[in-house]
């Protein structure tokens, strides 16, 4: 008898809990999950946070920071499988296909079509955002990855301008070298091994080669001579790093550059984000300039939003809050400040931004117009994660077996593309 | 006799007990203690692996998807050259650590076995890197076998400018490297193993081989180290589950890399059932590292506690 009245007891209790929790609920609940944790990233986040909770949505947040993603993607499978996925999950490219073809994806298309997204983004994020006819995705922030940043006091000490083509690349190479200064500072992790490949594919100014590699992987393209040659300069760029650099975390590989270990090193926009947040300026401390040869080429990676369909209408409508919060346009000047990536409206005010992110910017437009905006390769953008996985295997497997030959090379990506 | 005497004097001092023993409840009262671990064990282990082994023979990629496909996926995981370098690395890896792991540990036991000065000291400093996880481990090591920052930049400080020690980001070294920080961490427990052992045998079997004239090579050889033949056998089957589900190690240390150099099929498992949402890929391997257990494991097992209750019967 003791033992029901204390259950009584405590039934109580947790229905008088529930019922005071339930007007907060009311007016609707996001939970997102996102790995943007640190630094420029995490004060991006906060702006949108602040907005969102002064709409009086409840913001519950389920970061997982670590593994670029990869904590954050098991948090979400899991949560799937278990029948409580979350209000909002950040993702890279093609994840967004992937999770749209399971099904589980909720529909924006009215509010797509009323705030009138797809005239504000450029075209080549589209199939990312609608997949069959169905808007199922926002993109916060995108990046170009075929950058370069250069330490300006090296170069300007050794008389080496940022070289344009590939040829001047390896001879301002020789010059670092010759002087004892690593030329490029590398972090040697399977993925960056793969984001600077991107930069290579661009590097003979050829949209055209870029998309039989990244998209179709086209076997005679592979075994074409400018194929060879890409791997011929992946094979050089290789031999011009530090013994210490496999395993090497990108930030590392930054602060080399930064304290003058190294001359330069091969990172996507948000390598400039560091720079920042360490106190440094463009131009003045460091030079930005695009991977030699592909200065009317712009290789892209997105971070989306998508949105999973959850019961309640309280919680759909904080859905839709949500991504209208994320295309907003004072949110994507502030939030591509902060976070020091480019913005996915075309109609932002670019006055704050510094020189790197305008002739970014103005870099996107050209490309555009000869085809040359390109998704990345690297970050699975053109091809789903599966063959984009045998691509980092067999290159970083390149990379890291020096007196393995460009055929085998080859040979083995071409294998591990059979075999899929 | 003990046992008689307290099975004498249980009716007589606590008869309450014998008539609950009489109840269903009491009769039964072992299985109903065992049945909560028997259920949770029979879903949470052997459901799972049936599970595994069914998506491992599933169309699934980013989500389970039960469509039966067969052996599709294994074929597919037996063709993909990741998986032979990290099969490959399995057995080298395992092979070595549990060589060295088993010898260091038995030679430090007998040197530690000589009854000499600060023992217990000795013996807590050689156990300690036990009490470590393997991601500190991994951390450590890489930073002391970086060739920038740990021993090879040390030694170049110190003027041996030729000195070289970069087995760490060699790719046809690295998998060394794990098996030295493995072999560092388990061979003050393996020590420990067989130290018990050691000082469980005893002292008259050595002393009478010595009064017959055997040398101490040969006592060890010929005498104590067969009757350490249980501590062995404890021994491999620890350290050769730990090296098949190793996984923090080779994730803090090298990360599978340089490259896929130092992959094992727990870190391939992972990686392609949640970087790359390929479920059924994943639970093939799984499900193959789960049979190379087995087929170590069990005729091991079986072997040996077949000779065991054999040697028991004769007792």
């Known amino acids: 008898m003791k033992l029901k009245r204390k259950c009584a007891a405590f039934l109580a209790v947790s229905a008088v809990a529930l019922s005071s929790a339930t007007p907060v609920l009311a007016q609707g609940k996001l939970d997102i999950i996102h790995w943007w944790t640190s630094g420029g990233e995490l004060a991006g986040i906060e702006v949108l946070r602040e907005n969102i909770e002064a709409q009086g949505i409840e913001w519950i947040d389920a970061a997982s920071a670590g593994g670029a993603g990869t904590n954050a993607r098991t948090l979400f499978r899991t949560r799937v499988q278990a029948g409580d996925p979350p209000a909002v999950m950040q993702a890279l490219g093609t994840e967004v296909n992937e999770w749209a073809e399971t099904g589980i994806l909720g529909d924006l298309t009215a509010l797509a079509d009323e705030e009138g997204w797809y005239d504000l983004v450029p075209e080549p994020l589209h199939p990312f955002m609608n997949v069959d006819g169905s808007t199922v995705a926002v993109p916060a922030v995108w990046s170009q990855i075929n950058w370069v940043w250069g330490n300006k006091a090296i170069f300007e000490e050794h008389g080496v301008a940022p070289p344009q083509t590939w040829d001047e690349l390896v001879a301002a190479a020789k010059v670092f070298k010759d002087a004892g200064i690593t030329p490029i500072a590398h972090g040697g992790q399977p993925w960056q091994d793969t984001a600077i490949f991107d930069g290579i594919l661009v590097s003979f100014d050829d949209p055209e080669f870029y998309k039989k590699v990244a998209f179709e992987q086209d076997r005679e393209t592979l075994e074409g001579p400018m194929f060879r040659e890409a791997m011929e300069r992946l094979r050089w760029y290789s031999q011009q790093l530090d013994e210490a650099s496999p395993g090497r975390e990108w930030t590392q590989a930054q602060a080399m550059v930064l304290n003058g270990e190294a001359a330069m090193s091969w990172?996507?926009?948000?390598?400039?984000?560091?720079?920042?947040?360490?106190?440094?300026?463009?131009?003045?401390?460091?030079?930005?300039?695009?991977?030699?040869?592909?200065?009317?080429?712009?290789?892209?990676?997105?971070?989306?939003?998508?949105?999973p369909r959850i019961e309640g209408e309280a919680d759909n409508a904080a859905q839709q809050a949500f991504a209208s919060a994320v295309m907003e346009k004072q949110f994507q000047h502030d939030f591509s400040l902060i976070k020091n990536g480019l913005p996915v409206r075309t109609d932002v005010d670019n006055a704050e931004w510094d020189d790197c992110t305008r002739d970014s910017i103005a870099r996107a437009e050209r490309a555009n117009e000869r085809g040359g905006l390109v998704a990345s390769l690297g970050f699975a953008h053109s091809a789903r994660s599966d063959v984009q996985g045998v691509f980092r295997d067999t290159l970083s497997e390149f990379v890291n077996t020096p007196d393995m030959s460009v055929d085998e090379g080859i040979e083995i990506l071409i294998d591990g593309l059979d075999s899929l | 006799m003990a046992i008689t005497d307290n099975s004498i004097h249980v009716p007589t001092s606590q008869p309450r007990k014998l008539r609950k023993g009489t109840t269903w409840v009491g009769r039964n009262l072992p299985w109903l203690t065992l049945l909560p671990t028997g259920i949770l064990g029979a879903i949470f282990i052997y459901g799972?692996?049936?599970?595994?082994?069914?998506?491992?023979?599933?169309a699934s990629k980013l989500v389970p998807d039960y469509t039966f496909v067969g052996f599709e996926q294994w074929a597919k995981l037996w063709g993909m050259r990741r998986w032979g370098i990290a099969v490959n690395n399995l057995f080298v890896f395992s092979g070595l650590f549990i060589l060295f792991a088993t010898t260091i540990g038995l030679v430090l036991a007998i040197l530690l076995d000589q009854r000499i000065r600060h023992e217990g000291a000795i013996r807590t400093i050689i156990l300690y890197p036990m009490a470590l996880s393997f991601i500190v481990t991994g951390t450590a090591w890489k930073w002391i076998l970086n060739p920038g920052l740990g021993i090879e930049s040390l030694l170049h400080d110190w003027g041996f400018v030729e000195a070289q020690f970069d087995w760490l980001v060699r790719r046809d070294r690295a998998i060394y490297t794990v098996v030295l920080a493995a072999v560092w961490q388990s061979s003050g427990f393996i020590m420990a193993i067989f130290l018990a052992s050691l000082r469980g045998i005893d002292p008259s079997i050595m002393q009478s081989a010595m009064m017959d004239g055997a040398s101490s090579w040969r006592i060890y050889r010929r005498i104590i180290i067969p009757q350490l033949r249980p501590a062995f056998f404890t021994a491999v089957v620890i350290l050769l589950h730990m090296a098949i589900k190793s996984y923090d190690l080779v994730i803090a240390l090298t990360n599978g890399g340089p490259g896929t150099a130092t992959d094992l099929p727990s870190t391939f498992m992972y990686d392609y059932a949640f970087d790359?949402?390929?479920?059924?890929?994943?639970?093939?391997?799984?499900?193959?590292?789960?049979?190379?257990i087995a087929a170590i494991i069990v005729p091991y097992l079986y072997s040996e506690l077949r000779s065991h209750n054999r040697s028991r019967g004769h007792a």
């Open chain 1, 267 to 307: 990172m996507g926009d948000w390598a400039k984000g560091w720079r920042v947040a360490q106190g440094q300026k463009a131009g003045e401390d460091f030079i930005c300039f695009p991977t030699p040869g592909s200065n009317d080429m712009f290789v892209w990676l997105a971070d989306f939003f998508f949105f």
């Open chain 2, 48 to 58: 799972f692996i049936v599970l595994t082994i069914y998506i491992s023979m599933s």
């Open chain 2, 276 to 292: 790359r949402s390929r479920i059924a890929i994943g639970a093939a391997s799984a499900t193959m590292m789960l049979f190379t």
